[in-house]
């Protein structure tokens, strides 16, 4: 009996890791708006502030792409900082703009202080994209931006809590998330930047017509 109890445990615990994974969350893609349309919010209606303190409006970033980021430095997935400012350099002349939110939720992987993680985030990898403070994303202290995000508020298509760190909401010129990409899946992977393009394509052929 014993035996079959600690089975069931371990089968169950087992259950719990892989639930935890951070490639379990599927990518999800829609086609960014091409005019602005009627919503019930935006994730741009949001105030955050920013890695030194400072209250940043989120609609100062209305009429770009956003791509809103949870980050950690001690995470398996950090070197993902290298693709995320790589792929900012490469696109922010056209209107695309990376938002990081450092978030301590999984695994104690962000531990440190705001100006610790400036100080990593530049040191070691050059980031010039914004950065906000640190924040939760998950649990009962959840930032609202992270509440509108996974709650359905930005889409029923797009809700679910973050699995773990470097989750990816992409938001079109319109203020409407559009994409929602896993933990795993990389900034500069194929799937991220065909969105990145066709959102910032759309907002181009919008302001043409």
């Known amino acids: ?21 951070p490639g379990d969350v599927k990518d999800t893609v829609k086609e960014p708006t091409k005019v602005a349309q009627e919503k019930q919010g935006s994730p ?3 105030t955050a502030k920013t890695i030194d303190g400072k209250e940043q409006k ?67 990898y050059n980031v010039t994209f914004p950065m906000m403070s640190k924040i939760s994303v998950k649990g009962d202290d959840k930032d609202p931006l992270y509440k509108f995000l996974t709650e359905g508020g930005a889409g029923k298509e797009f809700a679910g ?29 194929p799937q991220v930047t065909a969105a990145v393009e066709k959102a910032l394509a759309a907002g181009k052929q919008a302001r043409a017509d």
């Not at 809590?161 to 992977?189: H, Q």
Request: net charge neutral.
């Open 1 to 21: 009996m014993l035996r079959s109890l600690m089975a069931v445990a371990v089968v169950a615990g087992v259950g719990a890791l892989a639930l935890a994974r």
């Open 161 to 189: 809590d973050i699995e773990w760190n470097f989750a990816k909401f992409l938001v079109d010129r319109n203020g409407n998330v559009m994409a929602r990409f896993a933990s795993k899946t990389t900034p500069d992977s």
């Open 58 to 124: 989120l609609s100062d970033y209305k009429g770009k792409v956003v791509l809103l980021v949870n980050v950690a430095s001690r995470c398996g997935l950090t070197p993902q900082y290298t693709a995320l400012e790589s792929t900012y350099e490469k696109y922010k002349d056209q209107g695309f703009v990376i938002i990081g939110f450092p978030a301590n939720n999984f695994g104690g992987q962000e531990p440190g202080t705001n100006e610790e993680i400036k100080q990593f985030c530049t040191g070691k």
């Open 44 to 46: 741009l209606d949001f």
